[in-house]
Structure formats: structure tokens, C-alpha cells
């Protein structure tokens, strides 16, 4: 029987975490267990930095992005020292349950704790990466793909008046999610991400020539390509003065960069956060412990925090196909 749980959010903030935020403490409640919020991710819990979260608290908060509870990255918890002192936190607060909503680097915090806590840990995936295996989509990925193409859309209006290269960097540190799914949907005639293979200065090749074949043979004139961010050395911008020389047009970047974890939260994000939140409370009350609770083809499941990190978690194959043999050609 548990009757009081911890909640934080962690590493990048996503649209939607408010939501979830919120599905946690209507759920806590309607089965009498007591909420407590940790500012600052891991911080919070580290400092006793928190604040009884009551469904009062919650109210009015489903539509906003960023998360009340603030969100960081938390160096302490690297250390043997940092896990010691969160779970010794957790148990001073006679907390019976911690629900992290992070990403796969958050739940690596969690298993660190784990060792060190009699209570259960269990995870919500937010991150607008979506680069979390045992789900098929995060909290914020949904908004950071509209926000995406909100901002590519109208490059394409300049880039057809300029008749311009350009060159949208897409946040995901180790993924190529937003880069793929934000290029597909915006239509755009070229898309370097990770999953697709490095691009090495100097060998600019296989950049180049598509933008040769579809100028003279397609007779296009504005050209986007989006690109995820550390794909180049010396980043994006650096890419697109090597291609402006390689080509001797003019070539332009855009560095969507944090835009893209912001705003109001897409219908999905919010239905998705709110059930997510539900379903971790309500498995916490059956004992849940080491999980992650995600969405697999619309099916709530738990699936094991220690695979959240395998980084496997692959992009729609026929989608890159679709991309490299069609849409690029
Ligand atoms: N191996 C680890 N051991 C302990 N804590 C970790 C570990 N990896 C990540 N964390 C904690 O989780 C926080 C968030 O992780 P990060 O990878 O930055 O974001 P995300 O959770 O969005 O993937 C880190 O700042 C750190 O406090
Ligand atoms: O805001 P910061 O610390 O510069 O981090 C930027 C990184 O955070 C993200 O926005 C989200 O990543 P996480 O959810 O894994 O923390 C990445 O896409 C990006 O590389």
C-alpha cells in the first residue's frame, strides 16, 4: 500500500509536461495518496526543494508548455555521493514512490538511485526528442514537429522568393526523430540526420550533387535541407558556407534551436502526457517498480527503465526509404 509519491521533471523540458503533471495529482488523489513536487529535477530532490502538490495547484495548467515544477540537469546524481543523499531524501520524506518525467538520461538517475531506496521509481517519457525506446512517441515530440514545421514553412516563402539554399538545423542530440519526421512533413528535399549517415568536411558530395540534379534536371529553385543538429563539423552553419563555396550560390542556415521546446502543446501531446500520468499512478498502487510507462500502438504498457537507454529505438525505415529514393531524387 503506498500512500505518498514524489514527481520531478527532468533534462529538456517538453510540451506537455504540465499535462502530465497534472494526470498525476487528479490520479494521486482519486486514490487518497498524498503528491509531492521537486523543483528543479534531480536539484530538488538533492536540496528537499518541493511543495505538496494538491489538485488546486494543477488547475488551469494542461495548456501550457515548460512545467511547474521547472526542469534541469542535475551534475550531483553523477555521483555516488548524489544518489545516496536522493534516496536518503526519499525516505526522510517517507515518500513510498518517485514518478520521473524525463528523458532516457533521467531514468539512468533513477536506476542510480535505485540500489539506495526501499521505495518504487517509475518514468513517463518526456522529451521532445522522442529517442526513449519502449514507446512509441514522447510527451513534446508531437508540439516540437508542428513548431518545426511552423518555422520551415515560412523559410520556404523566403527561400521561394530568393529563389535560396536553405538550411534548418533540428534539435535531437543523439536522434534523428525531429529531423526525419519535421523534413518529411515540411517536404523538404533534403535531410541529414544521424540515422543517415555522417557528412564529412571536405567529401560534400552526396550534399551537393542532389542539389545539382534537382536545379538543372527538376528546374527547382528554392532547395531545404534540414539538418540535425552536430551532423557537421563545426556545426550548421559551418555546412552551409562550405556548400555556398562548393557551389558559389548563396546558401543559408537557420538554427531553430530551444523554439522548438516551447509553446502551447499539441492535442496530442496533452492526451498522451494525461494518460501516461494516469497510468504510471495507477501502476504505482499495483506495485510497479524499475518501469516506464508508455504507449505502444495506443496500448498503455510498462516496459523496463534499464532499456529505456539502449538508443536503438529506430526511424520509420520505410519513411527514410521514401525519403532517399523519391523524395531526394
Ligand atoms: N548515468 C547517470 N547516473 C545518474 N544520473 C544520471 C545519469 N544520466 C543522467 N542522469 C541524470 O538525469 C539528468 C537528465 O539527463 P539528460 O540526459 O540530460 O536528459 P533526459 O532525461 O531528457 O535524457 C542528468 O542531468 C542527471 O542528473
Ligand atoms: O537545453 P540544453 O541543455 O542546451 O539541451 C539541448 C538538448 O536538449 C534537447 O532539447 C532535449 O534533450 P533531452 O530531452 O534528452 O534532455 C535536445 O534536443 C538538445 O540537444
Redesign the pocket.
Known amino acids: 500500500m503506498i500512500k505518498r509519491i514524489g514527481v520531478l521533471t527532468s ?4 510540451p506537455g509536461m504540465n499535462a502530465c503533471i497534472r494526470a498525476v495529482v487528479l490520479t494521486a488523489s482519486a486514490y487518497n495518496l498524498d503528491v509531492v513536487g521537486f523543483d528543479h529535477g534531480f536539484n530538488g530532490l538533492l536540496e528537499e526543494d518541493y511543495q505538496t502538490l494538491l489538485p488546486q495547484h494543477v488547475q488551469h495548467i494542461i495548456q501550457h508548455g515548460g512545467t511547474i515544477l521547472k526542469s534541469a ?1 542535475c551534475k550531483a546524481l553523477h555521483t555516488e555521493q548524489g544518489v545516496i543523499q536522493a534516496a536518503a531524501v526519499l525516505h526522510k520524506l517517507q515518500l513510498d514512490a518517485l514518478l520521473i518525467i ?5 531514468f539512468r538517475g533513477a536506476l542510480a538511485i535505485a540500489p539506495h531506496y526501499r521505495g518504487q521509481l517509475i518514468g513517463v517519457p ?4 522522442n ?1 526513449v525506446d519502449g514507446t512509441d512517441f514522447s510527451i ?1 515530440f508531437a508540439t516540437a514537429i508542428d513548431t518545426a514545421l511552423d518555422a520551415i514553412d515560412k523559410i520556404r516563402d523566403t527561400a521561394d522568393a530568393f529563389e535560396r539554399i536553405f538550411l534548418v538545423e533540428l ?3 543523439h536522434s534523428g526523430y ?1 529531423t526525419l519526421s519535421a523534413g518529411i512533413a515540411a517536404g523538404a528535399e533534403q535531410i541529414i540526420c544521424p540515422e543517415f549517415g555522417p557528412v564529412y568536411k571536405n567529401q560534400l558530395s552526396s550534399v551537393i550533387g542532389p542539389i545539382q540534379h534537382a536545379q538543372l534536371l527538376r528546374g527547382k529553385t528554392s532547395y531545404i535541407i534540414v539538418v540535425a ?2 551532423s557537421y563539423p563545426g556545426g550548421t552553419i559551418a555546412l552551409a558556407e562550405d556548400i555556398s563555396i562548393e557551389l558559389g550560390t548563396e546558401c543559408r542556415a537557420c538554427i531553430l534551436g ?1 523554439i ?2 516551447g509553446g502551447k502543446p499539441v492535442g496530442a501531446d496533452r492526451i498522451l502526457a494525461t494518460k501516461l500520468g494516469a497510468y504510471a499512478v495507477e501502476q504505482l498502487t499495483h506495485g510497479a517498480h524499475l518501469m516506464m510507462a508508455g504507449e505502444i500502438n495506443q496500448q498503455a504498457v510498462l516496459f523496463p527503465l534499464a532499456q529505456t537507454s539502449d538508443k536503438k529505438k529506430q526511424i520509420d525505415p520505410y519513411l527514410v526509404r521514401w525519403q532517399q529514393q523519391i523524395a531526394s531524387d
Open positions: 533534462g529538456g523540458d517538453a540537469r524525463g528523458g532516457d538520461g533521467s518526456g522529451t521532445i526528442d529517442d513534446g534539435m535531437g542530440r525531429i543538429e552536430n530551444h522548438q521546446r
